[in-house]
């Protein structure tokens, strides 16, 4: 396990199972007729400053404006557009893996993080910490063609269901966002998703969940391997290594790598998001900071103060949302 | 110099001064008010090749139908979209940066390769090979912001001239592939392009000379840092270090990395682009491989003919184009 692999999971958390992250409420959004682009947000000054936003920089002439092609938008994946998802869901995703491929691994019977994974011993997981969660990751992704992989997780999305609340993992993401990317998209932006999971479940959980295509998915991604196969045909094998995207340090330095230019607006979580703000905020013209706050989560009040200082806008998920997740299918 | 830096310019020859390329044949295209997509393309297979791959994945409800958000096309830039440039223009750029920076490094008067830069030795330049090279863009790149690397690009590109044709270099560039980037974008496709050359050249290079934006280039890129400025805004500073992008090996194990999935249209040059093709060729539906040839260059015709075994499309820059570069301006 080299320290790659290691760093690219630092923040590959076990909350889904173990933290004390918010409970699901599944309360139905309500279905209405309205104009409004955003029904989930409550009339305030965060619904106030997004669709302000929006309106100055595609009002062509205004001083504000900003052309289609610079309309550039990130979003971090876990706490912003979901709770701590997907890396969690990955997790329930590697843990699967590891049950569907013991028949071939006797030896996973009595070797760790495998054995704890097939007896669902989520504790002894836990205190394994990242490290465990790595070799079940690598374990169970590296060697497989990435057209393999990509099938693979698209088959276990269509049909695992998240054990508290029995629906699809694409469901369990937050429903006043799930707006804001439609109302951004008919706006003519380009939206980034950020996540420090790994882009190859990453690229089809957002596609799902989100219509995000692929190439503006960005995540820890797997070194691949140009081989022939047997009937000459190319393709590329993961390896077993992983390339960092980091949680807050990193995020910048990757997104640069791959836009050659900063996004006009960014919306972090709670953790970590901190320097892809900054960075988004020190370019020239027209900017959207934003960060979603979870409500009574304990957190210290300073980031809050920070954000308030700077002038980027906190997303207080119950303060300004009516509804946490889309209503059930 | 470490060993990923002297591999990502493997092949950033120095070919515009030295090798034997084709000679800039600047014969004005012909200004027709013809509907034809591509004019400056010879009625003959390779043509007809193109425009049917075109016409038959836009056909909505025809077998070879692609959804537009799948019609992602893929040219390597040295060779294909010009002869060998800009990764010869990113050398004129860095010796004219080592002449601007001169007066500041005294020593470079006595010291190779800023010797050799500064009195236009080209011949001792050639010597010195990838290494040399190496050292003129990392001394003259390495420490700057992105930020301020991209404005000196753009105002190198805005004034420079190429010494032969006294042509911007944005100029350079072949005229019938500037009509099928049109063409494949009028008709839905997203271009990236591919260049051995560092993505910060590349980037504003390929904006202007044919309306790419920057997320859509791929290349050597600087290892960036984030950094607080003086006044606490944040900025990404150019490392001494670069991350290599294969010629050749390299290429789709990078294109996977930034778009998840396979191109349907991928166009090489005459060398280093076959497991790009192949590995695009590898993707089930349709799709259109190219290889741009260079008339005469004494080059072996097995690659020609590999290319037609595999069905690949070998475009004649003589036998398929009626003019190599746009007219005069």
Redesign the interface.
Known sequence: MNSNTTRSVRLLALNLLLAAGLALSLVPAAVTESADPLPSWKEGAAKRAVTGFVARVTREGGEDFVPP?ER?ATFDQEGTLGSGQPVDFQLAFALDRVRALAPRHPEWRTRQPFKAALDNDLETLAAMGEEGFAQLILATHAGMT?DELGKTVSDWLATAREPRSRRPYTELVYQPMLELLAFLRANGFKIYVVSEGT??FM?VFAERAYGI???Q?VGA?F????Q?AADG????VCQPEI?FVGDG?GK??TL??????RPILAFGGPDGDR?ML??T??GGGPRFLGLVHPTGAGRPDEALDEAAARGWVVVDMKRSWNVIYPPGR
């Open positions: 092609a550039i990435t882009v190859e690229r295509p692929p190439e998915v991604a070194v691949t391997r140009f022939r045909k190319a393709r590329l390339e340090p910048p330095e640069h790598k791959l836009l050659g230019r320097q900054e960075w905020a020190a």
